[in-house]
């Protein structure tokens, strides 16, 4: 059975960092695609990174390019989110997916963990 469970979600200030955790199980992270994506309010939810070992690929959107950086430590995912902005706000989402490439923009996959929220506000 595949888990991922957030944790890390919070408030800053514009400016600050937070760090987000997935802790997943059920899968393999060697092969399979993992990322993080966001739900903003009213807005719909988006990419935001994505990694893929085997395919040793890496993928932002370009909002968050230089600010944040998803990394892998066993089984577990992060996301370090520095210079936060205002608009870095909702709720963030660990997903994974069965296969090694990442989704292309389109939130293609296959599992989800709860969710976790962040907020940036001064």
């Known amino acids: 059975q595949v888990r991922l469970v957030e944790s890390g979600g919070g408030s800053a200030q514009p400016g600050g960092s937070l760090r987000l955790s997935c802790a997943t199980s059920g899968f393999s992270l060697d092969y399979n695609a993992i990322g993080w994506t966001r739900e903003a309010p009213g807005k719909r939810r988006e990419d935001v990174a994505c990694l893929s070992q085997i395919e040793e690929t890496i993928v932002y959107q370009d909002s968050v390019k230089g600010r944040f950086t998803i990394a892998r430590d066993k089984n577990t995912v992060y996301l370090q989110m520095n210079n936060l902005k205002p608009e870095d706000t909702g709720v963030y989402y660990c997903?994974?997916?069965?296969?090694?490439?990442?989704?292309?923009?389109?939130?293609?996959?296959?599992?989800w963990g709860q969710g976790t929220q962040v907020t940036v506000s001064s």
């Open positions: 997903a994974s997916r069965i296969g090694s490439t990442c989704p292309n923009g389109d939130l293609m996959y296959d599992y």
